[in-house]
């Protein structure tokens, strides 16, 4: 590898707000060298995901970075050198590189990428994280059951589709609720939801009352907010079942707004369960092997927004975080 250098994108500031490309910078360093017990991967493709807006706040338990420090980020990669008893040269694994071309593991949090029929970079998607989400809230505390309505907000995204491509496969009616007619067409035309509905043209209160008139019995929140305050005031069923499952209209706030008047939950019977998937790895093997036999059966369809380039990263996050991307964000680095 003499010569070569490891391309990194760096935090230049903490970000004020959304996030701008301009708070990110290029870097680069030596390519590391494996010591005894890790493994070097190349990066493939590169995952970008909300949740690092938090953690940039300082308000996930990854903790905040500092400036100079290389930007965190989940990705498929190929071992390129080993010094790991379980991990061979060649072997296509998900892990924690950051955002940069080469990264060194010891195995932690490490899996192979296992997308049977589909592509590895489903691995960061509906077959990867993403999906677990999805999966793992629906038939574990949601408690999905034939003939339900499920609503889900961010409906066309990677955990939005799967919620609603799980909910028809167990024979439920699928909701979602979108940002623009495209995503909103994608979402009932290929992802086979029985409606969606356009956050910003809609109006959402009189569409929910004629589309689901007792109310969602399984309501999915990907986004907090105005969303959130609405179905959680006016469109719950009896016995209903809400996953906190996002907060996207909070990340790029400083502080969260004043919450909702929550006296219809209790009127409405419902359970509301704060969801993180990293409390479900039980149900990954699971997931998985359900996940690609409906691939595999055709019963899944899944949206991409990928770019190509490490140097395209910090645009990406920055259009993920204005809601502007549609489907699954994704950074190819390498073949
Ligand atoms: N709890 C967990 O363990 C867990 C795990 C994974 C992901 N998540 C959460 O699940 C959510 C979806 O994640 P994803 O990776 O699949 O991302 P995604 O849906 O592909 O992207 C985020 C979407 O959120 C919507 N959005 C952005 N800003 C918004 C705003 N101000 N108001 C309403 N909607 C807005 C946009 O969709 P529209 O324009 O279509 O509305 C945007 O495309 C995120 O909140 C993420 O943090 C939670």
Known sequence: ????????????????????????????????????????ARTLVLSLDPYVRAVMSGRHFYGAP???????????????????????????????????DYAISDGDDVHRADTGTA???????????????????????????EGETVLVS?????VGSMVGQ???????????????EEKCRWTESEAGFDACLNRKTDDLHAR????????????FDNTGGDIQNLVMTKHLAVNSRVILSGLITQYNLPEAPP?????????MRTTVFGFVVYDFEHMRERFLTDAKRWFAEGKIRFKEDMTE??????????KLMHGDNFGKTLVKVAE
């Open 1 to 40: 590898m003499s010569g070569q250098k490891n391309r990194q994108v760096l935090v230049k500031k903490l970000p004020d707000g959304i996030p701008l490309e301009d708070d990110f910078e290029m870097g680069e360093s030596a390519i590391p060298e494996p010591q005894d017990g890790t493994f070097r």
């Open 66 to 100: 500092k400036p100079g420090d290389v930007m965190r980020g989940r990705s498929v990669a190929r071992v390129d050198a080993s010094r790991h008893p379980q991990y061979r040269e060649g072997d296509v694994v998900v892990m924690e590189s950051g955002l940069q």
């Open 119 to 145: 592509p590895v970079s489903t691995a960061l998607g509906v077959l990867g994280m993403p999906g677990l989400t999805a999966y793992a809230a629906l038939l574990g505390p949601a408690q999905i059951k």
């Open 154 to 158: 961010a409906a066309s995204g990677a």
């Open 166 to 180: 799980i909910a028809k496969i167990n024979g439920c009616r699928a909701i979602g609720i979108a940002g623009s």
């Open 208 to 219: 929910l009352s004629e589309l689901a008139a007792d109310g969602a019995d399984i309501f």
């Open 259 to 267: 919450g909702p008047n929550l006296g219809n939950l209790c009127k």
């Open 309 to 318: 380039g490490l140097e395209t990263a910090p645009a990406q996050f920055s």
